[in-house]
């Protein structure tokens, strides 16, 4: 169900939004942003940006900048490799591990909580902005938990 609806969620997916990715080692965060970008046209390999922190892919319907901060040292580092710049109207960036840089992240459009139970995942979203609020509302119609904004 959760390829299905990360596929489905590309639909909805503009430029420009921010999504935090939140869960455990091996949760499913990349697994996810694999459906979100096969839903978005993108054939190509899509690996977990562990090692290399960020993996830009084009050829789908809009880019997509890919980050995984679980190794990150300090946050200061996505200042040297110019995050603020990923973060433009015409791209989709996904951010794993973004509590690795509280504090130097602007606030997402959505986050999204993956939390293994068993075989399946359970996935728990919540919206920060209008464009969130798109997502959430798709995420209720496949009966997704919503966790309430502040």
């Not at 990360?6 to 921010?18: D, F, H, I, Q, V």
């Not at 794993?96 to 728990?124: K, M, N, V």
Request: with cysteine; net charge negative; glycine share 10%.
């Amino acid at each position: 169900m959760m390829l299905d609806f990360s596929t489905n969620l590309a639909a909805m997916a503009n430029p420009g939004s921010l999504i935090f990715l939140h869960g455990e080692l091996g949760a499913g965060k990349t697994t996810f942003a694999r459906g979100l970008m096969r839903g978005l046209g993108y054939l190509g390999a899509v690996k977990s940006p562990t090692y290399t922190l960020v993996e830009c892919y084009t050829g789908g319907r809009l880019p997509v900048y890919h980050f995984d901060l679980y190794r990150l040292e300090e946050p200061e580092e996505l200042e040297f490799i110019g995050f603020r710049d990923y973060l433009d109207d015409a791209s989709l960036v996904l951010v794993e591990w973004p509590e690795c840089a509280q504090g130097f992240l602007p606030e997402p459009d959505a986050s999204i909580f993956i939390e293994p139970t068993g075989d399946e995942r359970t996935l728990f979203l919540s919206a920060h902005s209008m464009e969130g609020d798109l997502l959430v509302a798709r995420a209720e119609a496949w009966s997704i938990s919503v966790i309430p904004s502040e």
